[in-house]
């Protein structure tokens, strides 16, 4: 049962537009949801962060935005940049029981395009 | 600024031998985890502890064993090593439960 969901195994963009990558979830104890990004033969990198108690959260070019009645979080790249082309992974985790770790979801890769 | 290691990059091993991947931290976090990331599949959680000699299984735990003797150190332990272990391993560890950080990988190829 996949919990959280990325369901573009693959994205495209044009360097200095906009990337959004999105991600469903199915838990609704998840009350924190994060993005990794992650380059070949590297291990994943933190990225930007959100708690259910909020809608937004900005830190410089990436925001992330949640949707708790959709169960949906995504993450917005604005201008794309050539260096932004890895794997971007979305995980959620709450704070007790079964949900006290991170589900991470299959991953996209984004491709920026000079 | 937080450093995961792990104690190799890639490790060619063949069916049925004992594999030890070590993942040392030091930022004195309490939680490390190890994780496989495999294409399709995202990262799956293995094992994780939250102390010094304490551990947990996470959702895919058959065929591993972990040891944490010390709050730095987290090993990684394959009893008989499967070609479907084969597989990008990942060390991570946290202060927080939930934002952790990474060593670089160990790929491992079981022949």
């Known amino acids: 049962d996949q919990q959280v969901k990325q369901n573009s195994p693959s994205l495209s963009v044009q360097e200095g537009r906009i990337s959004i990558l999105n991600c469903d979830y199915t838990n609704s104890m998840f009350d924190y949801f994060l993005w990794y990004k992650k380059y070949p033969a590297e291990g994943p990198t933190f990225l930007i962060s959100i708690s259910s108690i909020k809608d937004k959260n900005e830190d410089g070019r990436f925001t992330v935005f949640l949707n708790k009645s959709a169960k949906h979080l995504s993450l917005h790249i604005v201008p794309s940049q050539p260096g932004d082309s890895a794997v971007y992974f979305c995980a959620a985790g709450g704070y007790g029981g079964a949900t006290n770790k991170l589900i991470f979801g299959t991953g996209t890769l984004l491709a920026v395009q000079p | 600024d937080v450093k995961v290691t792990q104690s190799s990059r890639y490790l060619v091993k063949r069916t049925g031998e004992k594999v030890f991947l070590e993942c040392v931290q030091d930022?004195?976090?309490?939680?490390m985890f190890w994780y496989r990331q495999d294409p399709g599949l995202g990262l799956r959680l293995i094992y994780f502890s939250y102390d010094v000699k304490m551990k947990e299984k996470g959702d895919i735990p058959e065929g591993y064993s972990v040891s944490r003797e010390k709050k730095e150190r987290f090993s990684l332990i394959l009893e008989s090593a499967s070609t479907n272990q084969t597989s990008m391993y990942l060390c991570?560890?946290?202060?927080?439960?939930?934002?952790?950080?990474f060593g670089p990988g160990t790929r491992l190829t079981v022949l």
């Open positions: 991570a560890s946290s202060l927080l439960i939930h934002t952790q950080y």
């Open positions: 930022m004195d976090h309490e939680n």
